[in-house]
């Protein structure tokens, strides 16, 4: 209790008795949901005419205002000059997003730079459109290489070129990289 001598009276009393909350009717709907409010929301109400709040019919933020025409403003601003409701942001699916599956297959491997120098490994993955194998060659991003892929050291091999699309370390510190390569 507040002394009499006390100027004002902190928080102001609501005017009509609304102790319970406020009768408020959804923009979108029509629906009417008495609300408590904060004095913020209090003010904003009274300046603006609406405020934004969920609508459990509506299943989203919506706008909302008084139910009785007498105490809404003579001229509500634009709901554009007013913060739109916040919006849910989807969640982008992460996955794969290559053109081609990619399947884990260990077979030989033959690759050729453009200076020559050549190196057997194992792929780590191929696909259709493509392939990703672990070298010690240094190749940057563009390089075509000649490939054998699968490579039989006495048979008969087709060799193919492709184009180094990616590139980053094997391990922290060691000579080898991963590479991703893709058909020409």
């Given amino acids: 209790m507040l ?3 006390f100027p004002f009276q902190f928080p102001p009393d609501l005017p009509g008795g609304e102790e319970n909350g406020i009768l408020l009717e959804c923009h979108s709907c029509g629906d009417t949901s008495t609300r ?8 904003a109400l009274d300046s603006t005419g609406i405020i934004a709040a969920s609508c459990p019919r509506c299943e989203m933020p919506t706008y909302w205002t008084y139910v ?3 105490r809404r403003p003579s001229s509500p601003p634009p709901f554009l000059a007013l913060a739109p409701p916040p919006r849910v942001e989807r969640v982008k ?3 794969n997003t290559r053109a081609h599956p990619q399947l884990k297959v260990d077979l030989a491997i033959l690759v050729r730079d453009q200076r020559g120098a050549t190196e057997i490994a194992r792929t780590e993955n191929v696909s259709v459109g493509g392939f990703g194998v672990t070298l ?7 390089d075509i290489v000649t ?3 699968p490579f039989v050291s006495d ?15 094997a391990s922290p510190g060691g000579a080898q ?8």
Avoid: H, M, T
Wanted: proline residues 4%; charged residues 30%; aromatic residues 10%.
């Fill in 93 to 95: 699916k992460l996955g």
């Fill in 36 to 43: 408590e409010l904060s004095l913020i929301e209090r003010e």
């Fill in 177 to 184: 990289r991963i590479y991703a390569f893709r058909r020409v």
């Fill in 155 to 169: 048979g008969q091999n087709i060799e193919q070129q492709a184009e180094c699309r990616w590139s980053a370390p």
């Fill in 3 to 5: 002394p009499k001598w």
């Fill in 147 to 149: 490939y054998v892929c």
């Fill in 136 to 142: 010690s060659l240094d190749l940057a991003v563009g």
């Fill in 68 to 70: 009785e025409a007498a």
